[in-house]
């Protein structure tokens, strides 16, 4: 098959790869959005690729699939990483968004938090953002972990300790709540026969605890569209209450995933603002943009918090490759008017989907596409 930009001109409609775990399979391609993207122009395609197949037989398969417009996935490894690789190298001209070198930065809870310690927020907000003060500790069951000697003036407590890897696996997101430094000593001798971060002798980040209300700002990314929602979180923690849970660790999962909080739930300690206020949409804008610029992201979210004691101050925790969209009232919209505005670029028109021939023909329509290039690196960002 041959895909061209008159023929896109020409109303030809948009194949749009798309490679999931089934979970989010099922919670994301929803027959609303296959129906808002059809009348728009756009087919969604599955991509099927059969686990017993050899490597390259899969990065054959894939590229017999093809050729697609674009390619939206959210898969890791060795092997889809080849996949696309070889596949991108057939039809370089394929948008693979987003590309698995800048995905990869999310897996590490430290990577994935240095594009806001390196951010630079207008002024005009009166805001400002930071990344909670954490530490790692590389061999949680070390001598020197375990006597608290690596944390020595780096975090205060209460801390919550996260497995440094976040790779998306149910192990990645089991945290505990630890309120001291003898808490953390039960955390790190707790033996590998319990199931939660203490059983890990990966890698922990221990990330300073912030009373941010009880409420976490999760706001949403795609390409330039954001929208931001709140969510229950953690409530805050007291003097008092600190005392009483001396020596606890407390394990908790994916709790941002209750129901968003209501107005006057709080358990705030006597907060002068109201936590459930929406942070400024234009702050959250350009926080947004920022992120997305130095990640060189399109699809993500981000999780902000905002300080109980100071309501000028913000925490970014957390940042998550193509979250759940589906959870966005208007997700539909959002996702197709994405992929057209970018499959209707000047840039993008000039597409024709075939396969690569020579190494010559190949360079010129790299020199083509500029930054927004195909071998599977498509920025993409303005
Ligand atoms: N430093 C912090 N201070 C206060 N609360 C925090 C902090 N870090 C995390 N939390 C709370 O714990 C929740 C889970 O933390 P985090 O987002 O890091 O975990 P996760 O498993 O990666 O989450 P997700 O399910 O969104 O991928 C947050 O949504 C927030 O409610
Ligand atoms: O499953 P859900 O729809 O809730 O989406 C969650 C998503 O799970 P999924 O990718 O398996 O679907 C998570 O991905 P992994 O870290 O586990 O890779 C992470 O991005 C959460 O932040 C998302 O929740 P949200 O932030 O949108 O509330």
Same mark, same amino acid.
């Given at each position: ?86 596949? $991108?190298?057939?039809? &370089?001209?394929?948008?693979? *968004?987003?590309? /698995?070198? +800048?995905?990869?930065?999310? @897996? !590490? ?18 805001? $400002?953002?930071?990344? &909670?003060?954490?530490?790692? *500790?590389?061999? /949680?069951? +070390?001598?020197?972990?375990? @006597? !608290? ?27 505990? *709540? ?205």
């Amino acid at each position: 098959m041959k895909i061209s930009s008159s023929d896109a001109a020409a109303g030809q409609r948009f194949r749009i790869g798309y490679a999931f775990a089934p979970k989010k399979e099922q919670s994301f391609i929803q027959p609303s959005l296959l129906d808002h993207a059809s009348q728009n122009g756009i087919d969604f395609v599955p991509i099927s690729i059969t686990d017993s197949l050899s490597e390259e037989e899969a990065a054959e398969a894939l590229i017999q699939q093809g050729p697609f417009h674009c390619i939206i996935h959210k898969l890791y490894g060795h092997r889809w990483n080849h996949q696309l690789k070889q596949y $991108s190298s057939k039809y &370089p001209q394929t948008l693979i *968004l987003d590309p /698995p070198d +800048s995905i990869e930065r999310l @897996h !590490n809870r430290v990577s994935m938090l240095q594009v806001v310690s390196a951010l630079k927020l207008n002024s005009q907000f009166n805001i $400002s953002v930071s990344v &909670p003060k954490q530490v790692v *500790l590389q061999n /949680p069951q +070390s001598p020197d972990s375990i @006597h !608290n000697n690596t944390i020595d003036g780096a975090v205060e407590f209460p801390v919550i300790a996260k497995p440094l890897l976040a790779n998306g696996s149910a192990k990645s997101h089991e945290m505990c *709540l630890v309120f001291d430094p003898k808490g953390l000593q039960t955390l790190l001798l707790t033996t590998t026969t319990t199931t939660t971060t203490s059983a890990s002798t990966q890698p922990i980040l221990l990330q300073q605890f912030v009373n941010h209300g009880e409420v976490v700002f999760k706001v949403y990314v795609i390409g330039e569209y954001v929208q931001c929602v709140k969510r229950s979180s953690l409530p805050d923690i007291s003097e008092q209450q600190l005392t009483a849970l001396e020596g606890q660790v407390l394990p908790f999962s994916q709790i941002s995933n209750s129901p968003q909080p209501q107005e006057g739930d709080e358990h705030g300690l006597g907060l002068a603002h109201d936590p459930h206020e929406m942070p400024p949409s234009d702050f959250v804008e350009e926080l947004a943009r920022g992120i997305r610029l130095g990640l060189k992201l399109n699809f993500f979210n981000f999780d902000v918090i905002r300080d109980s004691g100071n309501p000028h101050s913000y925490f970014v925790i957390d940042i998550n490759y193509f979250p759940g969209y589906a959870k966005l009232p208007s997700y539909e919209q959002m996702l197709t008017n994405f992929l057209l505005a970018l499959l209707n670029t000047p840039t993008q028109k000039d597409h024709q989907l075939e396969p690569a021939t020579t190494e010559e023909e190949e360079e010129s329509d790299h020199d083509h596409l500029g930054d927004r290039g195909g071998g599977g690196d498509a920025s993409l960002l303005p």
